[in-house]
């Protein structure tokens, strides 16, 4: 009988300790899951905060003075493209605010309306920033 019910809490320790290592298992391998999503939606949240400069220009009715302002503070970081109807000039680091006057094929108005598009490269990577006249 002694020995019986030896075996039987040898037993029972080794089904509890099972146990105990399966839920430890189950519960490291859920964080590490629910580590991994949190990962993930924390680097989309990091991605959408830097292209955001870029994508602002993507919604809305954008004035010359918002289109001059942009290209100046983008075309050394990516194309910046206008497009004023006729003439479509496409900046790389060569605008200047001193050179934009009436009768140059690029001339943004400030009071002309713009809509902004983005562009991305086969890779997903912003490379230009289109601005075309209403």
Known sequence: MEQSLKMLVLAAGLIMTLTLISFSMYTFREGKKMASEFNRALSEEIKEQEEYEYTRY????????????????LQKKVSVTVNNGGNVITYRGTFTKEGNKPGYAGYVALSNIYSGSVKRDAKGVINEIVFTKK
């Open 58 to 73: 993507e919604d809305g009715n954008i004035t010359g003075g918002e289109v001059i302002s942009a290209i100046t503070a």
